[in-house]
């Protein structure tokens, strides 16, 4: 049985990790765009950015001092007995949050939505948000800690219900009019990694795009070809816009573009864009069956 102390203990480690440490997927994905930009101001943006990083790394800050929503998406095998329950998952995720909230990892950004009253530990109604997923491809318990940060949620989220006769243009020249509002002013803190999400009710259109953002390495293709070759095509458009790092002049806006689909209705074609900021926080926690834990900034 895995006890409640070991989750806890490794959502808050988790999300201590992302608060601090850059994926190495996402500083492959940021060493490209450096290495690709002309621009002065876009690789002094870069260069900036690459310090903070360096910083964090050796305990001093954070990678963003914007450490937005506290989000954990849980897989978990079927097989594997938790101390309480499923409920423990929600239990710790909470207390996890208040005690990186507390120790200055998170910062105290999660308000009521009406009064503005901030209880102060990011902890209250919906947050911090948990999607728990059963897996038997996981041994264990696999949980991902993703800070998101409030820029990229807040200006690069998007959702527009297209006629079908609309199709892959409608979608092309909503995607890019969204980036184009998106990244101007470097209001989602660009380079960044964009999901797209299509098809499904609304609500699935939203989460496919912000799964696409959040689950996905940077750069990694869609499984079907003909999404793949849409991936492309639309990464290829943005380095077009003559946008770059923080918004910049340059060519790297966006350094990953990654979509996800799922069936609809014969008469809709809805499409989600949700971006994540260049530092793309995430980090994993690995719960073995025996309670040994292990961690990762790699995602699959």
């Known amino acids: 049985m895995i006890s409640r102390k070991t989750i806890e203990s490794a959502m808050y480690e988790a999300m201590k990790l992302a608060a601090t440490r850059i994926p190495p ?45 506290p ?27 208040r005690k990186a909230t507390d120790d200055a990892f998170l910062r105290p950004t999660m308000v009521d939505s009406l009064t503005r009253d901030n209880p102060g530990q990011n902890v209250g ?60 002013s470097g209001k989602i803190c660009p380079p960044a990694i964009v999901g797209v999400g299509i098809g499904g009710t609304a609500d699935l259109c939203m989460k496919l795009a912000k799964d696409a953002a959040l689950l996905r390495p940077v750069g990694k293709k869609n499984d079907d070809s003909k999404v793949a ?37 014969t008469a809709a074609l809805p499409v989600a864009v949700n971006a994540q900021c260049l530092v793309g926080r995430r980090w994993r926690a690995i719960i073995n069956p025996d309670g040994t834990t292990g961690f990762t900034g790699e995602i699959e």
């Open 25 to 69: 997927d996402v500083q492959k994905g940021l060493d490209r765009v450096l290495e690709d930009e002309s621009d002065p101001v876009a690789k002094e943006h870069m260069a900036v950015s690459f310090e903070n990083f360096r910083m964090a790394s050796q305990g001093e800050g954070l990678v963003c001092g914007d450490t937005g929503y």
């Open 71 to 97: 989000l954990y998406y849980v897989k978990i095998n079927p097989d594997v007995s938790i101390e309480g329950g499923l409920q423990t998952i929600y239990d710790s995720a909470a207390e996890a949050t």
């Open 125 to 184: 109604p919906g947050m911090p948000k948990v999607d728990i997923k059963l897996d038997e491809t996981v041994e264990g318990i696999d949980i991902l800690a993703a800070p998101k940060g409030g820029g990229s949620e807040i200006f690069g989220t998007f959702y527009r219900m297209l006629f079908p006769s609309d199709g892959e243009e409608g979608i092309c020249k909503f995607v890019l009019d969204s980036i184009c509002d998106a990244c101007y």
């Open 229 to 265: 070759a849409l991936e492309v095509k639309l990464l290829e458009s943005f380095k077009k816009l003559g946008l770059g790092p923080m918004g910049s002049e340059g060519t790297n806006c966006v350094m990953g573009l990654h979509i996800e689909t799922a069936l609809t209705h």
